[in-house]
């Protein structure tokens, strides 16, 4: 997919850290106030059945945000009572004074001015590799998922299969290097990288399952 930056060459995505899935375009000018466009919670629950990444979710969802204010829900790998969010800046304030609990448990906000490092540090995966016949969808998502094309089309047909954070619709649409793909009920994979051709003709692939 090509971009373009409407004459503007200063342009980054940010997502708050280095390794972040969910970014915002930002595009300065370089005459323009540059304000960070991120801020951060840091979110504590209290109770026996600690909330998950879709109990944060959907609780800051429930307060009436759009699901673009919100980017990476980061656990904290020390404290399991623990989680982080990235949210635009202009939210942080709303979000802190009006989310009070999560899944079961009620939950306490804190603004923070950044993220721990550690949190960047826990991301990281083993790289796995697979050999695939083709870059559709159903073919490298059934190498990550380690199961058939057949599985793994059903999967795309139910509607429980996301790229990028948009619905993949078709088995057939063609898959690029660090696409995400977000398995309903099974996890989320990064298509690292794509390399050459083996000696049957199959495309290597390397890969992260988060």
Not at 8 to 20: L, T, Y
Not at 84 to 110: M, R
Not at 172 to 196: N, Q, S, W
Request: aromatic letters at 8%.
């Amino acid at each position: 997919m090509t971009r373009q930056n409407a004459g503007c060459s200063c342009i980054r995505f940010w997502g708050g850290f280095d390794a972040a899935e969910r970014r915002v375009l930002c595009i300065e000018p370089p005459d323009a106030w540059q304000e960070e466009p991120l801020a951060y919670l840091q979110c504590t629950a209290y109770g026996d059945k600690l909330p998950t990444h879709r109990d944060y979710l959907g609780a800051i969802l429930g307060l009436g945000l759009e699901r673009s204010c919100v980017g990476d829900l980061l656990a904290d790998p020390e404290r399991e009572d623990t989680f982080y969010a990235v949210i635009l800046a202009d939210k942080q304030e709303f979000i802190n004074a009006e989310l009070t609990g999560a899944g079961h448990c009620t939950v306490h906000t804190a603004c923070i001015d950044a993220l721990p490092a550690r949190l960047a540090e826990s991301r990281e995966r083993t790289l796995q590799e697979a050999t695939v016949p083709s870059l559709r969808a159903d073919a490298v998502l059934a190498a990550m998922l380690h199961t058939s094309r057949t599985r793994a089309a059903e999967y795309i047909a139910a509607g429980r299969v996301e790229i990028n954070h948009l619905p993949l619709k078709a088995a057939h649409e063609t898959a690029y290097a660090a696409d995400i793909f977000t398995v309903r009920g099974v996890g989320r994979f990064k298509l690292a990288a794509i390399g050459g051709k083996s000696r049957k003709d199959r495309l290597f692939i390397s890969f992260y399952h988060y």
